[in-house]
């Protein structure tokens, strides 16, 4: 398991979430995850729920950990505190170097907001809903660009 009964789940990072990190096999993680394979994907690209922690989605690209999103509101927040839920504003004063882009889908306030470390090799991605509170949070490298899921 990958925190004990009772303690604070880890933080997403741009480099994952607790043991589960971007680019580690995934395979390790079906069991301590008790991950699943969710409705979409193939073999090159699977999204994993977990049964464990309700609000998580592990992306795997080509047997390699791409991504891990949070989807529900829940414990799960980023190392500096956001949360699904949380307002538009909140991520911008936390990540002020997150760039804006157009939601795909839905009209503004809706964006998506993403904080990509320095190399630009990994990041963050808040899609902020029509609400103007944070809906999703995605960690990882370049799939955390990826719209909807592995589709």
């Known amino acids: 398991m990958l925190c004990a009964a009772g ?3 880890p933080s997403i990072t741009p480099d994952g979430w607790g043991a589960v990190r971007i680019g580690m096999p995934s395979a390790g993680l079906i069991g301590p995850l008790k991950l699943r394979q ?3 994907g193939e073999d090159e690209c699977i999204d994993y729920a977990s049964d464990l922690h309700k609000q998580l989605l592990v992306m795997s690209i080509h047997g390699r950990v791409a991504r891990v999103s949070v989807w529900e509101p829940g414990p799960i927040a980023t190392d500096r505190g956001v949360r699904i839920g949380d307002p538009q504003a909140k991520v911008r004063r936390l990540y002020p170097k997150a760039r804006a882009d157009p939601h795909v889908y839905a009209d503004p306030p809706a964006r ?3 904080d990509w470390d320095s190399k630009r090799r990994r990041g963050l991605r808040f899609e902020i809903g029509g609400d103007g ?3 999703a949070i995605h960690a ?3 799939a955390i660009r990826f719209v909807e899921g592995c589709l």
């Open 112 to 114: 998506y907001l993403t």
């Open 140 to 142: 990882g490298g370049p």
């Open 133 to 135: 509170r944070v809906a």
């Open 7 to 9: 303690a604070a789940p």
């Open 38 to 40: 969710g409705p979409d």
